[in-house]
Nanobody
Framework: EVQLQASGGGLVQAGGSLRLSCAAS????????IGWFRQAPGKGREGVSC????????YYADSVKGRFTISSDNAKHTMDLQMNSLKPEDTAVYYC?????????????????????????WGKGTQVTVSS
């Protein structure tokens, strides 16, 4: 059974940092785009960052570029999202996700408003709250 387990959310003041982690299990191949989505109250699910399994490319949503860093460890089957200089608008439930390989090749994961439709596996969300 495929599982994605996210952890690391919490409450932090604006300007602070948090590190989210996602542990994957049950996958039989590495042929997935992996990354993070977030959903703020009253808003749609937004692609934050992804890593392509095809070419190793990394993409970030414009709103988090320069502040967030995604990384993965294939040997440990983990993926992290280091979030620095957090802003109140980063407040959301964050989800780790694995989807179709093509989802991250050209950054569709973070640019298309319905990229979440290409996600195959979702982790349980973790709440990130940034106070002003």
């Amino acid at each position: 059974e495929v599982q994605l387990q996210a952890s690391g959310g919490g409450l932090v003041q604006a300007g602070g940092s948090l590190r989210l982690s996602c542990a994957a299990s049950g996958f039989t191949s590495d042929d997935y785009a992996i990354g993070w989505f977030r959903q703020a109250p009253g808003k749609g699910r937004e692609g934050v960052s992804c890593i392509s399994s095809i070419n190793g490319s990394i993409y970030y949503a414009d709103s988090v570029k320069g502040r967030f860093t995604i990384s993965s460890d294939n040997a440990k089957h983990t993926m992290d999202l280091q979030m620095n200089s957090l802003k109140p608008e980063d407040t959301a439930v964050y989800y780790c996700a694995a989807g179709e390989e093509s989802l991250c090749v050209r950054g569709t994961f973070v640019t298309h408003p319905f990229s979440w439709l290409g996600v195959i596996y979702w982790g349980k969300g973790t709440q990130v709250t940034v106070s002003s």
